[in-house]
Structure formats: C-alpha cells, structure tokens
C-alpha cells in the first residue's frame, strides 16, 4: 500500500495508536480502512472517546496536514530539518533560562526594596 494512502497514525497519541493497530492486527490502516469504521466500534477502542473521534475524521478528510509535508522531504532533508528543529529547540530553551533568571533576580530586588519599606507583596 502506497504510504500517502496510510492513515497517519503517528498524529495520534500513543495509547489510540496502539489501540488501532490492535484493531487492525498490529498493522496501520489506510484512510478508507479508518473511514470505514463507524463511531459506535471506534468508541469502543481505549483511548479513543468524541474529541479522538473528530480527530480521526479530521485526519481522514486531510484537515490535518502537519506529516504530509514531512512526507515529500527526501531522507537527508528530513534528517538537516530535524537537526534545524533540535538546534532551534536548544535555542529556545537557553532564551528562556536567560530571562527567567532576569525575571527571578528582578522580583528579588523588588522583594527586598519591599522589606526594606516595611511592605510585604501580596
């Protein structure tokens, strides 16, 4: 089966994923497996209850596009994207340790001009 007709699986959490490849004997779907389905058997699997439900049907008629465009990357595009994404991640949480501690050495002046009035925050 061409992986563009699979059911992406893989936006689901992990407990509804193992719960549909359980349905389908341990193998992913494609869509119009999942179409095919009626919501009274999908309410039956764990894990999957009406926001799970919109989701697939979402998922089925291509509202949701976040793999699709992974999907035409070739393999060494996909590896530099994740790298970028990784670097960018790192980036982010070294900004936000930086002003947190400017934030954090900022209340603390204040607290003790605080103290230092007789006042206590509130």
Do not use: W
């Amino acid at each position: 089966m061409p992986h563009k007709d699979l059911f992406p699986i893989e936006l689901m959490g992990h407990h509804v994923q193992a719960s549909i490849r359980e349905h389908f004997g341990g193998r992913c779907p494609s869509n119009s497996e999942m179409a095919n389905i009626p919501d009274n058997e999908l309410l039956k699997l764990p894990g999957v209850g009406a926001l799970t439900i919109r989701k697939i049907h979402m998922l089925i008629q291509g509202g949701i596009r976040s793999s699709s465009a992974m999907t035409e990357l070739s393999d060494a595009e996909l590896l530099q994207e994740h790298k970028r994404q990784l670097t960018r991640l790192s980036e982010l949480r070294d900004e936000f340790k930086r002003r947190e501690g400017e934030f954090k050495r900022r209340l603390r002046a204040i607290r003790l001009e605080l103290r230092v009035r007789g006042l206590s925050p509130k």
